[in-house]
């Protein structure tokens, strides 16, 4: 495991390296962290987290439809085949999606598909706040019943989310 960086190693980072190190705090979207590295320095670690997720929040529709449609399906194919990034495969296993008995496998799986066929994405949530099997279920069986426009909005909602548990990752928080 790498060590985490102070805020004055941040700040030290050229834009490549910050890149590198912040690449998929949003999942397979380097272009976050491209966006962000222009902003340096920093004046605290919440303050680029802040960064991030106005980041988040100023995109197109477009662009918040491409980046919750790159999110894997939880208990998903992508698990099951080892394919997912070494984040998603951290934060699914914390909630224990990789030991799903097959009757759990298969509710969520119908869930998922029941929600990507009304939303055209994934369902996205915070697993590691979620954390139970038990309430990642009810919220996909809460959600999947909002209207489009307010799902997008919780989607990204929960992708700032798992960005600032994942730059709190890679950072001391002081």
Request: proline content about 4%.
């Amino acid at each position: 495991m790498r060590s985490k960086l102070s805020l004055e190693q941040l700040n030290a980072l050229t834009p490549s390296e910050f890149h590198k190190v912040f690449e998929n705090v949003v999942e397979c979207w380097p272009e976050a962290a491209i966006f962000c590295s222009a902003m340096l320095p920093f004046k605290s670690f919440e303050a680029m987290i802040t960064i991030f997720e106005n980041y988040l929040q100023r995109l197109s529709m477009e662009n918040k439809l491409r980046i919750l449609r790159l999110h894997p399906d939880l208990a998903g194919k992508l698990l099951d085949t080892h394919q997912l990034t070494e984040e998603s495969s951290l934060e699914q296993a914390s909630a224990g999606l990789d030991k799903l008995t097959p009757g759990d496998k298969k509710r969520l799986t119908m869930l998922n598909e029941e929600y990507k066929e009304k939303f055209g994405f994934p369902f996205v949530v915070c697993v590691r706040e979620a954390s139970k099997f038990e309430a990642i279920l009810a919220g996909v069986t809460k959600r999947i019943s909002n209207n489009p426009e307010l799902e997008l909005e919780i989607g990204i909602g929960e992708v700032k989310k798992i960005c600032r548990l994942r730059i709190l990752e890679l950072v001391n928080k002081l």
